[in-house]
């Protein structure tokens, strides 16, 4: 079962540092999302691609965060700069949107396992 | 206010009874509505997605929406102590690209 897969799963590095996690969503997939979960809450949205298109990226935590999918595959999640704060686990999740309904349609997302970030 | 309320908990529970989970909202805007299974450390895993009011069943699973009340349930017949798990539920607008979470609530199922 190919599902949705993040690397690394955990992520130790001290604050200042700059960190990449990478996601593969579900392989016939065409919407990606990046999502936030700290501890005792649900996750929160930051990010979506269609494809390549990163089409929100209003909800990204602050300019130390951003995103790519470069060739509408993989996807990754940077952070500049570490801060305590930023110690979560960070969740990607994938979804299939058909192509006549591209413009905004609601199909079911399904997670990977994230990547735990602890910041020292 | 949360747009998205759900009791923590945690709730135990013995084996085979009958789990109920619930969360309200505040924007009546949402449209569809999903449950999610969290195990410890593991990512969330989807469980019941439905549109609308309405009743949804999966096996032990039925999902409920009273838009009415803003108001969303999860239902778990005969529970297991593989159930235990944290749930979450999640909604959204007509357009899926930021669900909205739940806190979760932490199930314990004792054998």
């Known amino acids: 079962d190919t599902g949705v897969s993040q690397d690394p799963r955990h992520k130790i590095t001290k604050r200042g540092q700059n960190v990449t996690f990478r996601c593969d969503p579900i392989s016939e997939h065409?919407?990606?999302?990046?999502?936030?979960?700290t501890l005792g809450q649900g996750p929160e949205f930051l990010t979506y691609f269609q494809n390549e298109?990163?089409?929100?990226?209003?909800?990204l935590l602050s300019d130390r965060f951003s995103a790519e999918r470069p060739k509408g595959s993989f996807s990754t999640l940077e952070i500049q700069r570490t801060e305590q704060g930023d110690s979560a686990m960070y969740l990607c999740a994938s979804s299939l949107?058909?192509?006549d309904r591209e413009g905004?349609?609601?199909?079911?997302?399904?997670?990977?396992?994230?990547?735990?970030?602890s910041i020292l | 206010q949360k747009e998205v309320e759900q009791d923590p908990g945690p709730?135990?529970?013995?084996e085979g009874a009958i789990v109920s989970l619930n969360c309200t909202y505040s924007n009546s805007a949402f449209q569809y509505f999903m449950w999610y299974r969290q195990y410890s450390r593991k990512g969330?895993?989807?469980?019941?997605?439905?549109?609308?009011?309405?009743?949804k069943e999966d096996g032990r699973f039925t999902a409920q929406v009273?838009?009415?009340s803003k108001y969303i349930s999860l239902f778990i017949r005969d529970s297991q102590p593989s159930d235990s798990a944290t749930?979450?539920?999640a909604m959204s607008l007509y357009n899926n690209n930021d669900m909205r979470f739940g806190a979760g609530t932490r199930l314990t199922v004792k054998p």
């Open chain 1, 30 to 37: 065409n919407r990606l999302y990046w999502y936030r979960q």
């Open chain 1, 53 to 59: 298109a990163q089409l929100e990226k209003s909800r």
């Open chain 1, 97 to 99: 949107v058909p192509p």
């Open chain 1, 104 to 117: 905004g349609s609601n199909q079911p997302q399904h997670f990977g396992d994230g990547t735990r970030l």
């Open chain 2, 11 to 14: 709730l135990s529970v013995p």
């Open chain 2, 44 to 55: 969330p895993e989807l469980l019941m997605y439905t549109y609308s009011s309405g009743n």
């Open chain 2, 66 to 68: 009273d838009k009415s």
């Open chain 2, 87 to 89: 749930y979450l539920c």
